[in-house]
């Protein structure tokens, strides 16, 4: 594969687990081969609520009465809820190809997630001093990234349709009060998961260049 190009792949629906390891394995195969091209996994998950390495366990407000399994992750933040109408997205990117800046890439993740949501007809915007997107107070999209090697591996959930109340469990990335909200509860329609991944699939193959060259961000 040419390493200047992205990939993006629609997984469908898989387990956390198995995303995981398929993480796992494509970061050691880019970092034993640096020719490999990065890539996007795009997917849905089965319920579950993550956290990041931190001692802080708070936002999980204890775990024995958490509804889902609960995966201890290699990412940064606190904790958070994944399933059914929620678009994953993992990039596998090696940042030594662009310029080996973990803030330049988590503001290109956000950029690329209010550009989406523009399609979609959603003002949204970033906050100072929180990572993710929003849309007015409410939270529409979530970012933990886990970097080996400067590879990167987990990345962004973006509330599409469904169920919320499973965050109401939780602290959300510890974050108190915050209003989880959705591209169906912003809009009133009912885009599938797989739609809007086709959105970001489109966008993330146009903007993968800013990513790799600073002065190309605005």
Partial sequence: MNPGALSVRWLGRVTFADALTLQEKLVAQKRADHSLGDELLLLEH??????GRTPDQSSLRGADHLPHPLFPINRGGQATYHGPGQLMGY?????????????RYLRWLEDLLVETLGAAGIAATTREGLTGVWVDNRKIASIGVGVRHWIT?????????????????????????????SIEKETGRQDSVMEVASWVSEIALRRISALRNAEMLA
Wanted: with cysteine; net charge negative; hydrophobic share 40%.
């Fill in 91 to 103: 990039p596998i990117i090696d940042l030594r190809n662009c310029g080996q800046d973990l803030h």
């Fill in 153 to 181: 591996m987990h990345g962004f959930a973006l509330n599409v349709c469904g169920d919320l109340s499973p965050f109401d469990q939780i602290v959300p990335c510890g974050i108190s009060n915050v209003a989880m909200t």
């Fill in 46 to 51: 089965d319920p579950v609520y993550t956290i």
